[in-house]
């Protein structure tokens, strides 16, 4: 449980450094040049990616059920998940009213994705790993709120081409996880 909470903090705190330490990020940049700071943020994202993934894994060998959750929140899990990839699909889709009416939407989809992992699965490593995922994307929305407000940030306008090709983009992405991927990767099959 070590290995996957060490590669949480890695992971979620390189990404928090704007919520928490916006000036020690600054300074970093000013000090290594804004690819000295990617190439420092990638190395620790990718260790503590890897990390996470590793010990997700150690833990889900000896499992400790904190408790049992019903069959039909998989349902609502996969409801939920639906509408991440959509949602994030929206993130790299330009011109979409998803984004327009979200602003963030990858940190939305991250706690549509977390918030439904969350709800149907209750392992002491699950609840680590897509709470964890779920706080920080609390705090982020919040946090990235705050920002655009104080900076008076506006979304490019929205059309229905862009907003039809998110949905698309969304509902192929998860199909194709969901069907083929998830267990390949995960392994876990959808259910």
Known sequence: MI????????????????IFADDWRSARIRQWGEKGWMAFAGAVS??????????????????????????????????????????LAAAFVPGNHIKAAVKHPMVIAVKAWAFGHLLANGMLADILLFGAFLVWSVLCFRSLRQRDQAQGSTVAAANLKGTAITVVAGLAGYLIFA?????????????
């Open 179 to 191: 069907f083929f991927l998830h267990e390949w990767l995960i392994g876990v099959p959808v259910k």
């Open 46 to 87: 990718l260790i503590g990616f890897i990390l996470i993934i590793w010990g997700y894994g150690m833990a889900r060998l000896s499992p400790i059920v904190i408790w049992y959750p019903p069959i039909w929140l998989h349902h609502v899990t996969a409801l939920l998940s639906l509408l991440a990839f959509i949602i």
């Open 3 to 18: 290995v996957l909470i060490l590669g949480l903090a890695m992971f979620l705190g390189i990404h928090s450094l704007r």
